[in-house]
């Protein structure tokens, strides 16, 4: 049987070429894995403003029998989920009385901790060691982000480049991108950070990157956004703010966390880079000591 995580990314990588009515439904579970595994068929399709026909034919895409085996991979993925969502819904969703100001506060605190709780509560450890061990093996790692994304991708490469110095930052500048990335082939990987509206430039890169043989990790806020479709790799953050934009705090959780497991897969190497890193920053007197 078909892992989550495989079904997940088999529809990821089908939704664009789908039928119409069948990427309608392909979208709602992408969205909403938790009510397929748990809600009636009809339910599912009534939800999505799909007739319920649609289901069975997505589940034939997807290379499911009937729906029902598709279903149950979902089941079985909620099943092995440990983590209990109504308390965390109880404890995250708690109002408080007090004046505009102070509601506002109220709103950033449950944002932030519900896009926390939601990231991991959903994050697949075994995904996010493959994604460790793959920038590991990497010729070059290239990140990239553009427009409010980049602030997060310079981040994520200023401290990989501590324990591995093949990190590059892809930046476009003098209005030209592919100096950047002119040697990008099939040894590399390309890391892309792309929130809906997702940039331009960021979905050509992953594009060409592919098509150049190089794996691509997409962080992206959904499965169905253009970044996700040209990913070999996706992890999804939820970015829901009170605020007129949306929220990195999920995102920048997400690379602490990848960060992490690349610096504990590496070994002495990466130990030494950092040291050497520290060593050059104290001697060119970057830091500020009393």
């Known amino acids: 049987m078909q892992s989550y995580r495989e079904v997940q990314d088999h529809l990821t990588r089908a939704h664009p070429g ?14 909403n894995p938790g009510e397929v595994a748990t809600l009636s068929m009809r339910k599912i399709a009534a939800a999505a ?15 499911f029998k009937t729906y029902e085996a598709f279903k149950e991979v979902y089941r079985r993925q909620l099943q092995e989920r440990s983590v209990a969502y109504s308390e965390q819904a109880g404890r995250l969703q708690q109002s408080q009385d007090g004046k505009d100001m102070a509601v506002l506060w109220s709103a950033f605190r449950q944002a932030s901790l519900s896009n926390i709780e939601h990231l991991f509560a959903t994050l697949d450890y075994d995904t996010v060691s493959e994604v460790a061990r793959v920038l590991i093996a990497a010729r070059t790692v290239y990140v990239v982000g553009m427009q409010s ?7 994520f490469q200023y401290v990989g480049y501590m324990a591995h110095s ?16 002119v040697d990008l082939g099939k040894d590399d990987v390309l890391v892309a950070i792309a ?12 594009q060409m990157a592919q098509e150049r043989g190089a794996k691509v990790i997409g962080i992206t806020d959904s499965r169905t956004t253009p970044l996700a479709a040209r990913s070999d790799f ?5 970015c829901q703010s009170p605020q007129f934009f949306e929220s990195y705090v999920s995102t920048t959780a997400l690379l602490e966390t990848i960060l992490g497991f690349v610096v504990a897969k ?20 970057e830091y500020w000591d009393k």
């Open 18 to 31: 789908l039928s119409p009515q069948v990427r309608k439904a392909a979208a709602y579970v992408l969205e």
């Open 266 to 285: 590496s070994g002495g190497d990466a130990v030494q880079s950092i040291d050497r890193v520290e060593l050059c920053r104290r001697e060119l007197g």
């Open 234 to 238: 996706v992890l999804t953050v939820p």
């Open 49 to 63: 403003q799909v007739p319920p026909p649609t289901l069975p034919r997505l589940a034939q895409a997807m290379g």
């Open 166 to 181: 093949n990190w590059v930052l892809v930046r476009n500048r003098n209005g030209v991108l592919a100096d950047e990335v």
């Open 149 to 155: 994304s980049f602030a997060t991708a310079n981040y």
């Open 195 to 206: 929130i809906q509206p997702c940039a331009h430039d960021t979905i050509r890169l992953a």
